[in-house]
T-cell receptor, first 112, second 118 residues
Framework: ETGVTQTPRHLVMGMTNKKSLKCEQH?????MYWYKQSAKKPLELMFV???????ENNSVPSRFSPECPNSSHLFLHLHTLQPEDSALYLC???????????FGQGTRLTVV | AQSVTQLDSHVSVSEGTPVLLRCNYS??????LFWYVQHPNKGLQLLLK??????LVKGINGFEAEFKKSETSFHLTKPSAHMSDAAEYFC????????????????FGKGTKLSVKP
């Protein structure tokens, strides 16, 4: 148990659906991250939030929309996804950017 | 620029034999270095970290890593592999500036998949 909780653990959605992934931490961390992990590809950093402000968007398509309402919660809103978006989506948090990150268990997303 | 290279995409060992997972890094500043482990369908778990203290770092589950600045390496070792060590291992670098702050993000290697044969 790392202190970072992601829900749901598994999600199957159609290409026209809208869904959201949730990440929660009560570690007092100020930075939160979304990563995408696809089969046979390196871990891809998607978004970084530092003190609730988005500081990085690594050319992520607009069908992925992050939201950070407070320092403990991070969402990833999904709409009109493609099958190639199927992957494990990992949330992480750290006290400051670049310090030790603690990861959630991930959400296994399948787009059909 | 910072980068990390894991030299082997797959390592296979027999149970009870030593494990060596290799990692080289590139960093313009004093790096912080980490090893994470990921078991199938799970998130990443921190194994150990180096942040400019002792160069030999001990982690969980009997793993350790040695920071060698001259070789820009941070290889992960374990004296005796256990079946439960089968997983994917990620070497990670982060930049630490001279004043002790940190900037940037964690840079992940591509991962090394460790198989343990009975």
């Amino acid at each position: 148990e790392t202190g970072v909780t992601q829900t749901p653990r598994h999600l199957v959605m159609g290409m026209t659906n809208k869904k959201s992934l949730k990440c929660e931490q009560h570690l007092g961390h100020n930075a939160m991250y979304w990563y995408k992990q696809s089969a046979k590809k390196p871990l891809e950093l998607m978004f970084v939030y530092n003190f609730k402000e988005q500081t990085e968007n690594n050319s992520v398509p607009s069908r992925f929309s992050p939201e950070c309402p407070n320092s403990s919660h991070l969402f990833l809103h999904l709409h009109t996804l493609q099958p190639e978006d199927s992957a494990l989506y990992l949330c992480a948090s750290s006290l400051t950017r670049g310090s030790v990150a603690f990861f959630g268990q991930g959400t296994r997303l399948t787009v059909v | 620029a910072q980068s990390v290279t894991q030299l082997d995409s797959h390592v296979s060992v027999s149970e009870g034999t030593p494990v060596l997972l290799r990692c080289n890094y590139s960093s313009s500043y004093s790096p912080s270095l980490f090893w994470y482990v990921q078991h199938p369908n799970k998130g990443l778990q921190l194994l150990l970290k180096y942040t400019s203290a002792a160069t030999l770092v001990k982690g969980i589950n009997g793993f350790e890593a040695e920071f060698k600045k001259s070789e820009t390496s941070f290889h992960l070792t374990k004296p005796s592999a256990h079946m439960s060590d089968a997983a994917e291992y990620f070497c990670v670098v982060s930049v630490t500036l001279n004043y002790g702050g940190s900037q940037g993000n964690l840079i992940f290697g591509k991962g090394t998949k460790l198989s343990v044969k009975p």
